[in-house]
């Protein structure tokens, strides 16, 4: 009986570490844990790179909304902690400040060690940048 969990923890570790989105854990705002694409997709060559930062340092001063990257990723993560999943674009950027597209998605995940979040982030500027350039054909 002692093999099946740690088993089941090699699977999930596995499936983790191959997912080709950016997968987090969050706890107090703060980055706690992340996969391989997380560091790639941040442009951060080591762990210690991300872990413990708040998602607002990689990110602009303000959204594309005008709205201040701190406060609304607070808000965001706010209301994922009280039991309601979120789903939304954001604006990110990598180590290095170079800019990218990305949508969000935040889970309350909860443990019996602790209540913390898990965010998958999916890089979608290709996506944006091919629907700019087929509003801008369509426009001609």
Not at 50 to 60: E, N, Q, R, T
Not at 79 to 91: I, M, T, V
Request: aromatic content about 10%.
């Amino acid at each position: 009986m002692a093999e099946k969990p740690k088993h089941e923890e090699s699977r999930y570790r596995r499936l983790f570490e191959a997912a080709n989105d950016s997968i987090f854990i969050m706890k107090d705002y703060r980055f706690l844990e992340c996969n391989r694409m997380t560091l790639k997709m941040f442009g951060c060559e080591k762990e210690e790179d991300i872990l413990g930062s708040y998602p607002w340092d990689f990110s602009p001063l303000n959204q594309p909304d005008g709205r201040s990257s701190k406060e609304k990723a607070v808000e965001m993560i706010d209301s994922c902690l009280k039991g309601k999943p979120q789903r939304f674009y954001w604006k990110h950027i990598q180590k290095d400040g170079r800019e990218f597209d990305a949508e969000i998605s935040l889970n309350l995940l909860e443990t019996e060690e602790i209540n913390s979040i898990i965010a998958i982030v999916r890089d979608i500027t290709v996506q944006i940048r091919v629907e700019e350039a087929l509003r801008k054909s369509a426009a001609i």
